[in-house]
């Protein structure tokens, strides 16, 4: 059974402190994996797709990176706009191609 | 800027009461979904639909139904709440491509008394 397991369940920050969110995850074949931002009373945000161990992807203070067993989200020098929770999600290469598994999420906190 | 649409946002209903939860989107994607979000807890699947007329249940059991009968619209009905029904219901879209990303609604929030 797919698995996402993200930490830290919550972070703080202060505005410019640099920070990483953690997810790990197990998948029978990794077609995709994809982070979110949600907003408190808000839906999930779409932010990136990693699809192959060694890829990264940036927008603006974040980077997004994976391994073969995780992602991380590179926050840098934060802002207290970035404050929301992050989701971690994964998609499985075969069977049903709808799936989607996803994680707990990261809830970041960023003080001025 | 929300292109996903759902109605109401808030509602707090009684036990027993029927209820439809409205879900509509003006991007033409064939792909929609029903999430549920519990406070802290994951998105679980409860309803997918890959096109007009096609509906199938997700991994989380539920007592809903749902109706594809419009590319745009796929509302979520409850014939007769309980409180176990309470929770965050999110819809979502996406192109037909396997690995798109969801589009998500604002989400209705139900309190069921």
Known sequence: EDQVTQSPEALRLQEGESSSLNCSYTVSGLRGLFWYRQDPGKGPEFLFTLYSAGEEKEKERLKATLTKKESFLHITAPKPEDSATYLCAVQAGGGSNYKLTFGKGTLLTVNP | ?113
């Open chain 2, 1 to 113: 800027e929300a292109d996903i649409y759902q109605t109401p946002r808030y509602l707090v209903i009684g036990t027993g009461k029927k209820i439809t939860l409205e879900c509509s989107q003006t991007m033409g994607h064939d792909k929609m979904y029903w999430y549920q979000q519990d406070p802290g807890m994951e998105l679980h699947l409860i309803h997918y639909s890959y096109g007009v007329n096609s509906t199938e249940k997700g991994d989380l059991s539920s007592e809903s139904t749902v109706s594809r009968i419009r590319t745009e619209h796929f509302p979520l009905t409850l014939e007769s709440a309980r409180p176990s029904h309470t929770s965050q219901y999110l819809c979502a879209s996406s192109v037909t491509a396997r690995d798109s990303p969801l589009h998500f609604g604002n989400g209705t929030r139900l309190t069921v008394t």
